[in-house]
């Protein structure tokens, strides 16, 4: 295989048999496109499409140690990241609290700007929440903490461990969980059956792990058995008893 000169760094790790077929399949993709370059900047989407025949693959890419000194740049792939616009509320720039859904993102933006939170409300828009982290890691100062607060659910659970695992990327503080917001739900919420499947036994040992003991076994507990909690119980009239402490309160109990 002939690798174009940008690529030297990627020929190296070729003849040191270093690369997974992953890594390989999307180097040697690469390594084709470059010859092809027309001096045009599109936005990353249309770029990843051209290149990888997956509009989204190249996002993943971004993410990682292929995308360091003297590697690959977006100015190389002749493109420039093309992030929708992050709904927040900004009240400060020391913590983000980012909330899955956006009615409760709205209620808590509210309420965080009259209890005086020094921070950023973000919407997450739920499996969206790693585009969004990445735009506001290009755009506001790195903040002190990242919380999070979603559903009690599968779905949420996932989102919950993708934010964490994006912000590690992005190299942005630990996302934990808000505590006291997910114990507020656990106690203002009423379960309900869910049509989705129920969690992989990683997706609840991650989230035990997550939220510590014993919140972990009380917010897996009823998604292991099928039931949901929304984080929309946690509403206007049961944030309006609650100050910040309520909200980011430590493990210790469920109290």
Request: overall charge negative; aromatic content about 10%; charged content about 20%.
């Amino acid at each position: 295989m002939v690798w174009h000169a940008e690529l030297a760094w990627a020929a190296q790790l070729f003849d040191e048999n270093l690369l997974s077929p992953a890594e390989l399949s999307f180097l040697e993709a690469v390594n084709n496109w470059l010859p092809k370059r027309r001096a045009v900047r599109v936005p990353v989407r249309e770029r990843s499409l051209e290149v990888l025949g997956d509009e989204k693959e190249l996002e993943a890419w971004m993410l990682g140690s292929f995308f360091s000194p003297g590697r690959l740049t977006l100015e190389l792939l002749e493109t420039y990241a093309c992030w929708p616009p992050v709904e927040q509320t900004t009240l400060g720039d020391r913590s983000w609290l980012v909330i899955e859904n956006y009615t409760t993102y709205r209620s808590i933006s509210d309420r965080a700007e009259q209890l005086g939170f020094d921070g950023r409300v973000v919407w997450g828009s739920g499996n969206q929440v790693g585009t969004r982290l990445a735009a506001l890691s290009t755009m506001a100062p790195a903040p002190t903490a990242c919380w999070y607060f979603g559903d009690i659910d599968t779905g949420g659970l996932r989102v919950a461990k993708l934010a964490e695992s994006r912000a590690e990327v992005l190299a942005l503080p630990p996302v934990t969980p808000a505590r006291g917001l997910y114990r507020l739900l656990l106690h203002h919420g009423t379960p309900r059956s869910s049509n989705t499947a129920r969690p992989t036994a990683a997706l609840v040992a991650w989230a035990r792990a997550w939220f510590e003991e014993p919140l972990g076994e009380a917010v897996t507990c009823p998604v292991a058995d099928g039931r949901r909690l929304v984080q929309e119980h946690i509403g206007v009239e049961v944030l309006s008893g609650t100050t910040l402490a309520d909200w980011f309160d430590q493990p210790e109990s469920l109290a």
